[in-house]
Nanobody, 115 residues
Framework: QVQLVESGGGLVQAGGSLRLSCAAS????????VGWYRQAPGHQRELVAI???????VYAGSVKGRFAISRDNTMKTVYLQMNSLNPEDTAVYYC?????????WGQGTQVTVSS
């Protein structure tokens, strides 16, 4: 069983920054695709940033240049540094990890950006 625990959400003013963390436990592998999605009210869940199986970082166009995904040397914890936040970034942010074809999700962390 794989568990993902997110932290770091909160309320921030436009132009501010937040850093999200996602710690994984259980049977995981260094080559698992892992990253972040978000879902705003009335919208579908969308990709924000992800590490592919080959370790490449892929970003949604709306966050490119503002957000940065990274991970620690153990490959168990992934981070999302979010800079220059704007109200359109308000959403619940979910960590996702695909392990041997199975998708696992964190519980979600709320990010609210005030104007």
């Amino acid at each position: 069983q794989v568990q993902l625990v997110e932290s770091g959400g909160g309320l921030v003013q436009a132009g501010g920054s937040l850093r999200l963390s996602c710690a994984a436990s259980g049977r995981i592998f260094s080559f698992d695709p892992v990253g972040w999605y978000r879902q705003a009210p009335g919208h579908q869940r969308e990709l924000v940033a992800i590490f592919t199986e080959r370790g490449a970082a892929v970003y949604a166009g709306s966050v490119k240049g503002r957000f940065a995904i990274s991970r620690d040397n153990t490959m168990k914890t992934v981070y999302l540094q979010m800079n220059s936040l704007n109200p359109e970034d308000t959403a619940v942010y979910y960590c996702n990890r695909r392990v041997l074809g199975n998708n696992y999700w964190g519980q979600g962390t709320q990010v609210t950006v005030s104007s």
